[in-house]
């Protein structure tokens, strides 16, 4: 018997993961996963099931594959190819035989047990499991923590494991996006207001004790203030209301609709709340809901990308994998 080197730490970088390609059949193995998650969808789960299959599945496909189209590239679904990119040039920079560094999706591929056993056979002796999503949600990173745990059960021996449940306010994720900001301002001038976009969630998740919506008024709060912006010149919304249940508000479309009627015709928009651009964003926020805005009477909408595979994203990730619990 050989003994196992000591001192070696797996990272593995998760986000949410997307279809494996845009075409309908494969959005609807991906929507059949993601909604089959309890974590995602609360409902008794005979009741979701019906609801699921003879209601969601044979129509939201199509239309979610539409959406998915307007954004692929050669390279595959952004969200894929930044979340990779990332990994690869964190990886590039400070990866070596004491620090393996990787990325998993929680649904679609590249699975997160293949990776969780990828760096099981590399003899790591602990595992940070950084999930990109800056505020903790339970149907988000609570989904995470699940396959970690449920995978764990098989293991005879488990390395230490550290799991980053949010960063919503870690100074240097604060410093990250507002720089980006910054960054966009001095190119393209300051809009009057910026409007920040977070995903939303049912509302009675908050009611049940998900923290979400306290960490995206937290996360909100801070980036206004690290900005100098005045309360007047900026406005937190949700995004992405999914089915009829009351979901986190105010809804963004809703405010988009109502800011050219209190003569806000020009603003900058930002989704802090994801770490890379994705459907949610590049369909959702830069396409369909600046039309949403334009045709209200708004005049100008300036999307500010995700910080994606950006040198301060890197460097972001690599202080919460030192400072972050
Ligand atoms: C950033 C955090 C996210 C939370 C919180 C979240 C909750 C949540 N989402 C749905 C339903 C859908 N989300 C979809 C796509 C999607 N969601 C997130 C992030 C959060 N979701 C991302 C990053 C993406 C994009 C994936 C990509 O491939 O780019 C979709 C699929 C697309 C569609 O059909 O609209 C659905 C459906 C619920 C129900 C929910 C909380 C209960
Ligand atoms: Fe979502
Ligand atoms: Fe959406």
Same mark, same amino acid.
């Given at each position: ?71 692929? @590239? ?64 339970? @149907? ?182 030192? @400072?972050?619990?």
């Amino acid at each position: 018997m050989s003994e196992t080197p000591a001192g070696k730490t797996g990272v593995l970088l998760v986000n949410l993961g997307s279809p494996a390609s845009p075409k309908t059949g494969d959005v609807r193995r991906f929507l059949r996963e993601f909604l089959g998650d309890p974590r995602v969808v609360n409902l008794p789960r005979p009741l979701w099931w019906l609801i699921l299959n003879l209601f969601v599945l044979p129509f939201r496909p199509r239309k979610s594959a539409h959406a998915y189209q307007s954004i692929w @590239t050669e390279q595959g679904s952004p969200l894929i190819v930044f979340s990779q990119r990332l990994t690869e040039k964190l990886k590039a920079r400070y990866g070596g035989p004491s620090l393996a560094i990787d990325c998993a999706m929680r649904y679609g591929a590249p699975t997160l047990r293949d990776k969780l056993r990828e760096l099981k056979k590399q003899g790591v002796d602990e595992i940070v499991v950084l999930p990109l999503y800056p505020q903790y949600s339970s @149907t988000t990173t609570a989904s995470i923590f699940d396959i970690v745990a449920d995978e764990f059960i098989h293991w005879r021996h488990m390395p230490g494991l550290r799991f980053i449940s949010d960063f919503h306010r870690h100074p240097a994720y604060i410093a990250a996006v507002a720089d980006s900001v910054r960054r966009h301002w001095q190119q393209h001038g300051q809009a009057e207001m910026l409007v920040m976009s977070f995903h939303g969630l049912p509302a009675k998740l908050t009611e049940w004790g998900d923290p979400y919506y306290y960490q995206c008024q937290a996360s909100a709060r801070l980036l206004a203030e690290q900005l100098g912006l005045a309360d007047a010149q900026w406005k937190l919304v949700f995004q992405s209301r999914f089915g009829r249940a009351e979901w986190l508000k105010p809804y963004c479309v809703e405010v988009l609709q109502e800011l050219p009627r209190q003569a806000i015709k020009n603003i900058d928009v930002i989704c802090p709340g994801f770490s890379v651009d994705c459907l949610e964003t590049l369909e959702e926020i830069a396409l369909a809901n600046r039309e949403v805005f334009l045709e209200a009477g708004g005049e100008s909408y300036r999307y500010i990308p995700c910080l994606n595979d950006s040198d301060a994203h890197v460097e972001l990730m690599l202080e919460l994998i030192r @400072t972050a619990r």
